[in-house]
């Protein structure tokens, strides 16, 4: 499963990116972000806001191809920032906190030596106001490894 690696690679790496990064949580602390694989943990006991700040690293769609073309996954990186303040300004740091990410991802492009970032990567914010959550989706492509498995392989 060779997008579950770049996602535990990137999940990694974004985690070592952000170290000593904080933001306000939902006690108006600064805290560390939450770094989840694919979903937020089942709550248990948790309100939604107490897993802010986060990054969900999320494995959206793969595609295989032909022998000749690279196999292909896309990933979505989500940053939400909880900001309860009357100035609904909490958009700004998940746009800084995205862009610190971009430009980790665009001064890199090759991880792990087997992933390799395709480019356009494209942002987006939501457009309904969901306050006081603030997300910013960092849409990715890769190239990864294509698997094959020889048809003598199982006999």
Known sequence: MIPIELQDY???????????FKVKNSNNELSDFNIYSQN??????????????LIVIA????RSSDDDDPASADIAILVGIYDDSEDNQ???????????IINYLLSQTHFDNKHTLKLPLSYQLPQEDISPYFLLAINTTWNVPQITIKDDQYT
Do not use: F, W
């Open 10 to 20: 990137l999940k990694d790496s974004i985690k070592e990116l952000l170290n000593g």
């Open 40 to 53: 937020i943990p089942v709550k248990q006991g948790k309100k939604d806001k107490e897993h802010y700040p």
């Open 59 to 62: 494995i959206d769609e793969g």
């Open 90 to 100: 909490g958009y700004r740091d998940a746009i800084n906190v995205g862009n610190k």
